[in-house]
C-alpha cells in the first residue's frame, strides 16, 4: 500500500454537527500540541534537510513550517472575527504565493515562535468558549459557510497533517 504524501493522515473529514465536548477538547488538546509537536518534528535538522521538499512537487520543510504559522495567524483572526461580529465574511489568501515570498526562507525558528504565541492565545480562548460560541458562523467565500466547531475540527486535522509531512519526509530519508 503506497501512502499519499500529499495526505499522509487522510483528507479532512467535515465533522457532524454539533460536535461533543469531548470531541471538541480533543481537538483543542491536538492544537495546543501543535508548537511542541511541529519543534519535535523539525528539531535537529540541517539547513539542507530544511529546504527539502516533504514531497515531489510540494514546498520544502522551511516553507511548510512558515506556511503553518501563516495559516494559523488567519485561523486566529478568523475565530475572533466569528466571535465579534455577525457571520463575517473573511478574506481568503493565496497560500502558494504567500509561500513561494522572502520571508519563507528565514529561519523556521520564527515561525515557531509565531505559533508558541498564538496558540497559547488560541487555546485560552477555545477553553473559554460556550457550546453557542462554538455555534458562531462565518462565510469563506471559497469553501463556504462554517462554524467555529467546524474550524477548531479542521485546524486540529491541519496541525496533524502538517506535522505528518516533516515527519513522513523524516522517516523516508532515515533522518
Known amino acids: 500500500m503506497t501512502t499519499d504524501l500529499s495526505y ?5 473529514e467535515r465533522p457532524a454537527a454539533p ?34 521538499p516533504y514531497r515531489p512537487d510540494g514546498w520544502t520543510v ?6 503553518v504559522a501563516d ?5 486566529y483572526t478568523r475565530v475572533k472575527l466569528a466571535l465579534t461580529e455577525d457571520n463575517p465574511v473573511i478574506k481568503p489568501y493565496d497560500e502558494k504565493a504567500w509561500a513561494a515570498l522572502r520571508d519563507s526562507t528565514l529561519p523556521v525558528e520564527l515561525s515557531l515562535g509565531i505559533l508558541d ?21 462565518f462565510l469563506h467565500p471559497a469553501s463556504g459557510p462554517q ?8 485546524y486540529d486535522w491541519h496541525s496533524r497533517h502538517h506535522v505528518a509531512h516533516v515527519t513522513g519526509l523524516r522517516q523516508r530519508s532515515g533522518w
Open 19 to 52: 460536535r461533543t465536548a469531548e470531541q471538541r477538547a480533543h481537538s483543542i488538546a491536538n492544537l495546543a500540541a501543535l508548537p511542541a509537536n511541529l519543534r519535535g518534528a523539525v528539531r535537529g535538522l540541517t539547513e539542507a534537510q530544511l529546504d527539502t
Open 147 to 154: 462554524t467555529i466547531d467546524v474550524w477548531v475540527a479542521l
Open 71 to 75: 495559516s494559523h495567524l488567519n485561523g
Open 62 to 67: 522551511r516553507q511548510l513550517v512558515h506556511h
Open 8 to 12: 499522509p493522515i487522510g483528507k479532512f
Open 117 to 137: 504565541g498564538v496558540h497559547a492565545r488560541l487555546d485560552a480562548l477555545l477553553r473559554a468558549l460556550t457550546p453557542e460560541q462554538f455555534a458562531r458562523p
